[in-house]
């Protein structure tokens, strides 16, 4: 590495970067902001100088990555630019990487790894054909609460048994982005942007603690349009973002069961769901794990913390939840809200593995696996059937919403 510290640079300056990641560095040692690129590079000059101001590194910023990555004080790169860019991205990382340009210890992606099977593959292929150590970016299961309750219930299962029914949800009122309604560029609608979470959790939850132990076998799956593509709400992401939900709809609502097999041949299952149509106080993750004599509840917008804003104060309120659908009444606070998502947590342990020499606990190949299932996943909704894994080809495969032949409902129903 340059120095003892580990010098990252960030490839996207949109949100996930600006509000979670970057803000994570002011409390990880052994690591600073070295560069931000993207492609307005005023975005980027804007998260760097928040990196100064927070005293988390003397980043560049640029609008070109193989400036990012060339530079000496960069020895990692955080991946988090629009989906329908990170093969190229990749690409353009390995490829400096390989010509010489580039010295980097690790690269880490964020959630989803890609829009399609085949595009994660490559992305997986690409990396592991060099010496980079890799990190798959998957907050949730760095989640405290998760950790805390999985440890906890773990621990019972040891006389009782183990847990057998994980349930996940993320829901909000809808992406901020235009590119996130897009189902070519983001590959799909909230399923691909939201159940890869979902899946990703319950399976860790169901998972034996440091082994990965299950297979999955089958999965079912509905995906249906229920409110973005009512003519009040289409005409609205039509002005906003450009995006015409009355013909080209990506679904908002999702749904699934994924069925493990355990060593012991017995099943496990981890439900699913999420939606772009949940109208609340803002982002609301809720997480349940069940076994023979115990459960857990984790809900992010129970925090124990509230405000109230009155009409009169409302114009002076500022940002409390991430999605918040509004500015007054009583809204829950999350002190640290990178953190109770995992955020911080995730960061320190990528930093600490990369600096080891290492793959972070969640690597590339567990990236691989979440758009298995959710490859999968789309293939159940659109056959309108269990489909098993043991006799699927994902290869070629191309979501409806994310090749434009979504029609809005679940498959099978006439109407």
């Given amino acids: 590495m340059a120095t003892d510290r580990l ?26 902001v070295a560069g931000v690129m993207n492609p307005t590079v005023s975005k980027a000059e804007s998260v760097a100088d928040d990196c100064r101001t927070a005293g988390s590194g003397d980043p560049i910023a640029t609008d070109d990555v193989r400036e990012l990555v060339s530079h000496e004080a960069v020895d990692a790169v955080w991946i988090a630019s629009p ?29 989803p790894l890609a829009r399609t099977y085949d595009e994660a593959r490559e992305i997986v292929d690409l990396v592991e054909d060099t010496d980079l150590n890799h990190a798959y970016l998957e907050n949730q299961v760095h989640m405290p609460g998760v950790a805390k309750m999985k440890e906890l219930l773990w621990d019972t299962a040891v006389g009782s048994g183990r847990p057998y029914l994980a349930r996940s949800a993320e829901e909000h009122s809808g992406p901020h982005s235009t590119w996130f309604w897009d189902g070519t560029k983001q590959g799909g609608g909230v399923l691909n942007d939201m159940m890869c979470h979902s899946h990703k959790v319950n399976k860790h939850l169901l998972s034996r603690p440091g082994e990965d132990d299950l297979t999955p076998v089958a999965v ?19 002005e906003e973002y450009d995006v015409d939900y009355r013909e080209s709809p990506s679904e908002d609502y999702a749904s699934a069961s994924v069925f493990y097999e355990t060593p012991d041949g017995d099943l496990v299952v981890g439900e699913a769901t999420n939606s772009w149509c949940f109208v609340g106080s803002g982002l609301r993750i809720t997480i349940e794990l069940l076994g023979p004599e115990y459960s857990g509840t984790i809900n992010t917008l ?25 500015d007054r009444g009583s809204m829950p606070v ?21 600096r080891a020499g290492e793959n972070a606990s969640e690597d590339l190949t567990d990236g691989l696996e979440v758009a298995t299932l959710v490859a999968a996943s789309y293939l159940a909704a659109e056959r309108g059937e269990r489909v098993t894994f043991d006799s699927v080809d994902l290869e070629g495969y191309v979501p409806e919403p994310a090749r434009g032949d979504f029609e809005a409902g679940p498959a099978g129903l006439e109407r």
């Fill in 7 to 32: 010098g990252v640079g960030f490839v996207g300056a949109g949100f996930i970067t600006r509000e979670f990641h970057a803000p994570t560095f002011q409390r990880i040692r052994d690591a600073d």
């Fill in 83 to 111: 989906n329908h860019t990170r093969l190229e991205t990749v690409r353009a990382v390995v490829e400096a990487v390989e010509q010489g340009q580039a010295e980097l210890e690790g690269i880490a992606i964020e959630k």
């Fill in 220 to 238: 079912d799956c509905n995906i249906s349009t229920l409110k973005w593509g009512r003519d009040e709400y289409a005409d609205e992401l039509a």
């Fill in 302 to 326: 129970e925090s124990g913390t509230d405000v109230f804003f009155s009409d009169r104060a409302a114009e002076e309120a500022g940002y409390v939840v991430e999605k918040q659908a509004a």
């Fill in 334 to 354: 999350l002190a640290r809200e990178g953190a109770t998502y995992g955020y911080l947590d995730q960061n320190e342990h990528v930093v600490e593995a990369f």
